[in-house]
T-cell receptor, first 119, second 112 residues
Framework: AQTVTQSQPEMSVQEAETVTLSCTYD???????LFWYKQPPSRQMILVIR??????QNATENRFSVNFQKAAKSFSLKISDSQLGDAAMYFC????????????????FGQGTILTVHP | KAGVTQTPRYLIKTRGQQVTLSCSPI?????VSWYQQTPGQGLQFLFE???????NKGNFPGRFSGRQFSNSRSEMNVSTLELGDSALYLC???????????FGQGTRLTVV
């Protein structure tokens, strides 16, 4: 079974600064997706960025980028030029792309990291 | 395109009752998955449906069940509610079972 670990329960950053959230995962599969989701106080889960395991190039979405290290099974999220609206709980998630696997169809989440942005 | 819609947003039920939650996925999406979120256990997978078939199920008791209709809308049912079932229930839809998932706003269930 796959597991996702976020070792930082809480992080804080000053507005306009850069912060990196860590995520490691464990899987024996080679084809999968990794995601970062943001959950603000409204509780709406918002997709921030996705990474396909077969792509070596790190994904980027505006101020958000990832550092995907497949061999190390590491998937960190970098937020540049942090804004007050970035304050939220961030979840790292894994989704298998292999139809033969027992985890097919499910998202496996880490425990989450609470990000606080100071003005 | 409209997003994922979950109804109701809030529910208060008494122990022993049953409850049905509804999820309407994004148009064209055929996969719907459900998650329970609690402070203690985090986000846990309940089940996933694709084209009206349950394709995967999490480690929850049989009191938790679900179904998906031909229009991809999904419902989950919890019977004989327990205090521990109090949680935020999130529904996610995706085009297929292995693509990115988009979430609804959730249903906050409180069991008293």
């Amino acid at each position: 079974a796959q597991t996702v670990t976020q070792s930082q329960p809480e992080m804080s950053v000053q507005e306009a600064e850069t912060v990196t959230l860590s995520c490691t995962y464990d899987t024996s599969e080679s084809d999968y997706y990794l995601f970062w989701y943001k959950q603000p106080p409204s509780r709406q889960m918002i997709l921030v960025i996705r990474q396909e395991a077969y792509k070596q190039q790190n994904a980027t979405e505006n101020r958000f980028s990832v550092n995907f290290q497949k061999a190390a099974k590491s998937f960190s999220l970098k937020i540049s030029d942090s804004q007050l609206g970035d304050a939220a709980m961030y979840f790292c998630a894994y989704r298998s792309r292999w139809a033969g696997g027992t985890s097919y169809g499910k998202l496996t989440f880490g425990q989450g990291t609470i990000l606080t942005v100071h003005p | 395109k409209a997003g994922v819609t979950q109804t109701p947003r809030y529910l208060i039920k008494t122990r022993g009752q049953q409850v049905t939650l509804s999820c309407s996925p994004i148009s064209g999406h055929r996969s719907v998955s459900w998650y329970q979120q609690t402070p203690g256990q985090g986000l846990q997978f309940l089940f996933e449906y694709f084209s009206e078939t349950q394709r995967n199920k999490g480690n929850f008791p049989g009191r938790f069940s679900g179904r998906q209709f031909s229009n991809s809308r999904s419902e989950m049912n919890v019977s004989t509610l327990e205090l521990g079932d109090s949680a935020l229930y999130l529904c996610a839809s995706s085009e297929t079972e292995n693509t990115e998932a988009f979430f609804g706003q959730g249903t906050r269930l409180t069991v008293v």
